[in-house]
T-cell receptor, first 115, second 118 residues
């Protein structure tokens, strides 16, 4: 099946710094990608829909100025956590749809720890 | 708004037994799709099975089958002959939208932690 990669796989940063997470579709083009966050022992919560060439669509309650999403090409979407704080520590997962509606490919996730 | 409900936070099953993981959903759309994913401790999301709202037959993929009861809005996952490697979190998820495509977002249930006893 199609492959979605994320980089980095884990990151530790100091409070107040910004962190960028990359999501790449390796062998297919993805006009739409999704960003989720997952707290320990909880479900995946959709944060935003990333659209190539246009602004991301954020879910209710997600601060768009804090979680900046850029989908600059058909294979790359980035999530930047700005001025990170310890409460932003979480597992961030991206996904991309395939050619048909029954396909959805997930990246391996990025574990963010903010000290 | 769409909603996915998984009422079993955790389950213990003896190896080689069959297990059913419950999932109910709520949607006002006629076109939607239901997914089941497995998430081991490594965190990766592993696709297991898909059922479309218009599919007349229950989906099957190897040891996985989906018991789709449209009128009851349920989409239970059945794992036959469970194995130790089946121990993981299992999530039911749904995709819907007027533009029903791979660009439509997927929403997840709260998950069920399945533990297989040797």
């Amino acid at each position: 099946g199609a492959v979605v990669s994320q980089h980095p796989s884990w990151v530790i940063c100091k409070s107040g710094t910004s962190v960028k997470i990359e999501c790449r579709s390796l062998d297919f083009q993805a006009t739409t990608m999704f960003w989720y966050r997952q707290f320990p022992k909880q479900s995946l919560m959709l944060m935003a829909t990333s659209n190539e060439g246009s602004k991301a669509t954020y879910e209710q309650g997600v601060e768009k100025d804090k979680f900046l999403i850029n989908h600059a090409s058909l294979t790359l979407s980035t999530l930047t956590v700005t001025s990170a704080h310890p409460e932003d520590s979480s597992f961030y997962i991206c996904s991309a749809g395939g050619r048909t509606y029954n396909e959805q490919f997930f990246g391996p996730g990025t574990r963010l720890t903010v000290l | 708004a769409q909603k996915i409900t998984q009422t079993q936070p955790g389950m213990f099953v003896q190896e080689k037994e069959a297990v059913t993981l419950d999932c109910t959903y709520d949607t006002s759309d006629q076109s939607y799709g239901l997914f089941w994913y497995k998430q081991p401790s490594s965190g990766e999301m592993i696709f297991l099975i898909y059922q479309g709202s218009y599919d007349e037959q229950n989906a099957t993929e190897g040891r996985y089958s989906l018991n789709f009861q449209k009128a009851r809005k349920s989409a239970n996952l059945v794992i036959s002959a469970s194995q130790l490697g089946d121990s993981a979190m299992y999530f039911c998820a749904m995709r819907e939208g007027e533009d029903y495509s791979s660009a439509s977002k997927i929403i997840f249930g709260s998950g069920t932690r399945l533990s297989i006893r040797p």
